[in-house]
């Protein structure tokens, strides 16, 4: 027994003795691996960094702690060492405030991207000259302002440099071209301006030539002048060349013949003049110098055998024919422009054969013979325009079963004849139909199918998730908003050009993501590009746009933080790329998955499924008393719901006594005014449903009655609260409501009656043969400001119109201007509510904002309202064949001033006074400006105006018509007589004046506000 007891101690202390040696050996070596660990981060970067918080607001929810490192701080990657920090990524964090001098401490960064931070205002700190260690340096898509700093030359091992999409001023330094290493060079959309620095003429010896191993010249969109310097073609890796849409002159450089690796040359929207140069990379895919002042005749470039896009229009060629080297590209040629181009002669008898042709844009011309289709039409084809030639003739030689492309021959000789034997070719062959913008083809837009017509069964429960049509799980997706600067294929309305993107994307991603240390997971499923639409906004509306969503793994809400940073990282920086058609592409906006996911985020998952398994319980109890009561009003419940008007009970006058004036009509009632619905009494059709002109028995009131149709129907509780809601605006410049019917399965709005038609009807339409004087139009914008700056701060709550523009400026019996149609307004949002973007205004009225983001703001209302004004100014629509009028405007005052502009004006407005005209157009220019942030109030908008129309602004309608003004409280104003001031017929007309409570939040959540009146012309 003892022999056992001592031989078993014997062993434990063996054991013991190599277990306490174990385990000092294991410290030995934890000691080794967590000493890097707890190291702590550079002081000098600690304080650089909480510098930088204090600048961007004190927001303890951006960093807190006292070590970046070793706790992880958001953006924040660090050394091996964990001492130092090399990057600094904060990518749409909603910073707000300058980038302080302090920034230049981050001796080690490596990576600083603080892009698509709109709050990001101020110069650029010369300090981040200091960081001369930093390799990637991205700030698009800010605030930024200023001169770029020539400090920024001192940053020599820089490849990728990008400010673009800011509002920086002054001239590229030539400092710039010490950056040796560059790769990338994008300060596109800016307002630079001067000429492009070069090591031959600067006083440094250096400029953009001096970068030998750059691929990307992105100099597009601002205001650069004098000569392209001949000293760029000197960049044997130069990739792409985009220079459009600047003031350049002088020719095109012959010297562009040595890029041997050119692939796209955008030189558009210039002022450039000679001929095109005969030598030019025979590798190149993109050739655009539409809109300059060229001359000569295209050369033989025979050569170029890999064109995929070629835009020749509107320059000073000689006449010459149909250009036959076109033929060496036959196989590739997705895009043929050459409008406006003094093309003479037959068109050659296989154009329509080239196998990847899809646009064919040769409008404005002097081409003649016949148009031949041959029986192998092209399949890829899809648009034809040759409207304005002096065709005479088709060849059909294709079968009558052959699927033909939309082909335009309006203004051709052979329209002038009987054309009903075109009728098989195509019906609308000879019809003048505007040009869409951009492509010139019927689709501005693309709307993945999925969109509506997914196999999922049911749709996401909550409003804040995202339904994934390929998996059918929900979830909050980031979402990448991608500009393609220069796409070759003319159709965008084609599945399967999008299809092509989102396999690129995922490929790509992947590949990236594979190579990931640790490694991330990205399923092809988790990607779906959503929609495309050209940018209506800008002066090249050849660039088109695409949002691509990026959802969570299936059983997640919302995408790691981790992965989410990398995907990011990876389209700022340019990793994710893309093939013919879509280069280049940038990056133009992205929300995060967190901005909503946010709180779901934040909470652990053992919290919550402690809090599901007790609310479980809870609501079982809960559940089984509701089942009580839910029995004993479910009858109640249910006849509430056909009729929520019940407690509405109808006076004898037809009133409901919880509005503010708007009466309740019967079925026969709207029935008597309208005849019975009579077409004769039709005045317009809209989105909504039909519009009547009604007469009321026994008045003679004319009103105008807004019928739903089927489609536009609500449910009978949201047209209650939108009655509701529409009975408590009432404003001189708004059109008030009458009154409302709401039986026998109807929804009709009725409103009060505007005998003279719209604005657009005035300016373009059947009353423009009685042009608006001066005076009048002044009057019309003022009213119309009025009416706007009413939505958005008097009203209770505050209202976003949506869709401001000049079709729905009314005009009342005395020409008082009266804002309509609130069939796409919503209350205002909360400002933190980043998913506001379910309705969409017109086209030609929506601010560039709303093309990036979806997100529709006061502001966007402003922006609308400046393009009326310019309506106002020059009697165009907002969108016609000479493009955009925003641009129009913009382009033409910066390169010919006041003068120029004059020459836009509507010819009526000929002898208005200079001062009056610059001062209009000002405003209008400030309300059309590219960002919220640059854009004014309506309030400041309508002080503005009334300081323009002087001391009639008093007299109009609408003058102190608040939310607090009150009848028995008006101030009385003295009645001055104002000789010759007052338009012959002026009156002002009375209007009711709200009674509601001030002007709540503008915090207030928001709700559906689908009422309006919007009458189209028939």
């Known amino acids: 027994m003892f022999s056992w007891t001592s031989s078993r101690m014997a062993k434990m202390k063996e054991n013991l003795t190599k277990s306490c040696l174990s385990v000092a050996l294991a410290m030995v070596y934890l000691n080794s691996v967590w000493a890097p660990a707890m190291a ?97 340096l991205s700030l698009q898509q800010c605030g930024l302002s200023g001169m770029i700093p020539p400090s920024l030359g001192k940053l020599v091992n820089m490849k990728f440099f990008a400010l673009n999409n800011n509002r920086f001023t002054g001239e590229i330094p030539s400092a710039l071209g010490a950056l040796v290493n560059l790769t990338w060079f994008d300060v596109a959309s800016n307002r630079l301006s001067g000429p492009l620095p070069v090591s031959t003429s600067s006083a440094d010896g250096l400029g953009l030539d001096t970068w030998p191993n750059i691929k990307h010249y992105h100099l597009n969109d601002n205001n650069f002048s004098g ?7 000197n960049a044997p890796n130069l990739l792409h060349m985009l220079l459009e849409v600047n003031s350049f002159s002088g020719p095109i450089p012959v010297t562009f013949g040595n890029l041997s690796k050119l692939v796209i040359l955008s030189l558009h929207y ?10 030019l990379n025979p590798g190149l895919h993109q050739i655009r110098v539409s809109n300059n002042q060229l001359s000569g005749t295209l050369p033989d470039l025979s050569a170029l055998n890999q064109l995929e896009y070629v835009d020749f229009s509107n320059n000073s060629f000689d006449p010459q024919p149909f250009p036959a080297w076109l033929n060496s590209s036959s196989s590739t040629l997705q895009t043929i ?5 003094s093309l003479t002669g037959p068109l050659p008898v296989d154009i329509l054969h080239y196998p990847a042709l899809e646009g064919l844009y040769l409008q404005r011309n002097q081409l003649n013979g016949s148009l031949t289709i041959p029986e192998n039409i092209g399949k890829a084809l899809r648009y034809v325009s040759l409207q304005s030639n002096n065709i005479l003739s088709i060849v059909q030689t294709a079968p009558n079963t052959t699927v033909l492309p939309e082909i335009q021959l309006e203004d051709n000789p052979l329209c002038n004849k009987d054309t009903s034997g075109l009728v098989e070719v195509s019906p609308t ?36 998730l995202t ?37 690129q ?44 969503y990026i959802f969570p793994l299936a059983g997640s809400v919302i995408v790691d933080q981790l992965t989410e940073d990398f995907i990011k990282t990876s389209f700022t920086y340019q990793k994710v790329t893309y093939a013919s058609p879509f280069k280049p592409e940038i990056v133009i906006g992205i929300e995060p998955s967190r901005d909503i996911g946010r709180v779901v985020s934040g909470i652990s998952k053992a919290v919550i499924i402690g809090i599901a398994v007790g609310a479980g319980a809870l609501l079982a109890l809960v559940a089984f008393l509701a089942l009580v009561v839910l029995r004993l009003k479910r009858r109640a419940e249910e006849e509430r719901k056909k009729n929520p008007f019940a407690s509405w009970q109808k006076a004898e006058a037809g009133e409901a006594p919880s509005l503010k004036g708007a009466r309740w009509f019967t079925f026969d009632d709207i029935k008597s005014m309208t005849n019975n619905f009579d077409d004769d009494n039709t005045l317009g059709v809209g989105g909504y449903g039909k519009v009547y002109k009604g007469v009321m028995a026994g008045t003679g009131a004319v009103l105008a009655v807004k019928r739903a149709q089927e489609g536009s129907k609500q449910g009978a509780q949201e047209f209650k609260n939108e009655i509701e809601l529409l009975s408590r605006v009432h404003h001189n410049n708004l059109v008030g409501l009458v009154g409302f019917c709401y039986e026998k399965a109807e929804q009709m709005l009725v409103y009060e009656y505007m005998p003279n038609g719209s604005l657009t009807d005035w300016l373009r339409g059947g009353k423009s043969d009685q042009p608006l004087d001066w005076d009048r139009r002044l009057l019309i914008a003022l009213g119309a400001a009025r009416g706007v700056a009413y939505l958005h701060e008097n009203a209770n709550p505050p209202i976003i119109h949506r869709d401001v523009k000049a079709c729905n400026i009314l005009l009342d019996k005395s020409m008082n201007a009266k804002v309509a149609d609130f069939g796409l307004s919503m209350l205002v949002p909360d400002e933190h ?50 493009g955009h009028i925003v641009n129009q405007l913009k382009n033409t005052l910066n390169r010919a001033g006041l003068t120029g502009v004059f020459e836009l004006l509507d010819p009526v407005l000929v002898d208005t006074p200079v001062q009056d005209l610059d001062t209009f157009v000002k405003i209008a220019l400030e309300c059309v400006g590219d960002t919220s942030i640059e854009r004014p109030s309506m309030h400041e908008v309508v002080k503005q105006l009334e300081a323009l129309v002087g001391p009639k602004s008093y007299f109009m309608p609408g003058g102190d018509n608040t939310v607090s003004a009150k009848p028995e409280k008006r101030k009385q104003r003295l009645l001055v007589k104002v000789p010759n001031e007052f338009p012959d017929g002026f009156e002002p007309a009375s209007g009711q004046v709200s009674q509601a409570s001030a002007s709540a939040s503008s915090q207030q959540s928001f709700s559906k506000y689908s009422g309006g009146f919007d009458p189209s012309p028939r």
Not at 72 to 91: A, E, H, P, Q
Not at 531 to 544: I, L, M
């Open 40 to 136: 702590v981060t550079d002081p000098g970067d600690v304080k650089a960094l909480l510098s930088l918080q204090q600048a961007w607001g004190g927001d303890t929810s951006l960093w807190s702690g006292s070590d970046p490192c070793l706790e992880g701080w958001l953006g924040i990657l660090c050394d091996g060492s964990k001492t130092r920090v090399i990057s600094l990524y904060l990518v749409r964090r909603d910073l707000a405030g300058e980038i302080p001098p302090e920034i230049g401490s981050l001796s080690a960064l490596q990576n600083l991207d603080l892009s698509f931070n709109s709050g990001l205002v101020g110069e650029v700190p010369a300090e981040l000259g200091s960081l001369t260690s930093l390799v990637y």
């Open 227 to 233: 000569f392209i310097p001949p000293e760029l073609g």
């Open 270 to 279: 210039n002022k450039l003049t000679g001929p095109i140069p005969s030598t």
């Open 337 to 341: 422009r050459f409008e406006n181009g």
């Open 429 to 464: 062959l000879c019809s003048a139909e505007v040009e869409s913008i951009g492509s010139n083809s019927s689709a501005t837009k693309w709307i993945s199918p999925l969109d509506s017509n997914n196999s999922c069964q049911s749709p996401c429960t909550n409003s804040w």
């Open 467 to 503: 339904l994934n049509p390929y998996d059918c799980n929900c979830g909050v997706p980031l979402i990448v908003t991608l500009e393609f600067r220069a796409l070759t294929s003319s159709n965008i309305d084609d599945d399967a050009l999008w299809e092509s993107l989102r396999n």
């Open 505 to 548: 994307t995922y490929v790509s991603l992947s590949n990236l993501i594979s190579q990931n240390n640790p490694p991330l997971k990205l399923e092809e499923t988790q990607i779906w590009i959503k929609n495309a639409f050209f940018n209506e906004t800008q002066v090249d509306t050849s660039k088109v746009q695409a949002k691509l």
């Open 833 to 882: 509510d980043k998913r506001n973007h379910t309705i969409k205004g017109t086209t030609g009225y929506l601010d560039p904002e709303y093309y990036a983001t979806s997100i529709m703001t006061p502001k966007s209302d402003v922006y609308s309202f400046g393009v009326v004004l310019l309506e106002l100014v020059t009697g165009k629509p907002p969108v016609s064949r000479d």
